[in-house]
């Protein structure tokens, strides 16, 4: 059990990086960064459309196994009975 007056240990200050350097950054133009903003919302939306989309397509094809793996039976079947639907 601590006792209250027990103190903390003492961190060493934290190395400064002596070989970086401060960069001016240009000042920011506020209608370029709402345009980049609108932009990049829009892009966002566009890729989650297609997302979305791609992801019923392939749980479809999922789905779809099963009945495509039984048409090949089927097919192989007839074709070696010479039979036609």
């Avoid at 370029?32 to 997302?51: C, F, G, I, S, V």
């Avoid at 992801?55 to 074709?79: S, V, W």
Wanted: hydrophobic share 30%.
């Amino acid at each position: 059990m601590r006792k209250i007056n027990d103190k903390e240990p003492e961190m060493p200050p934290a190395e400064v990086d002596q070989d970086t350097e401060e960069i001016e950054a240009p000042p920011l133009d506020l209608e370029e960064l709402r345009r980049d903003y609108l932009r990049l919302k829009a892009d966002n939306l566009r890729l989650k459309t297609r997302h979305r989309k791609a992801l019923k397509r392939y749980r479809r094809e999922l789905e779809l196994r099963p009945y495509q793996a039984e048409l090949i039976e089927m097919q192989k079947a007839l074709e070696e009975t010479g039979q036609r639907m």
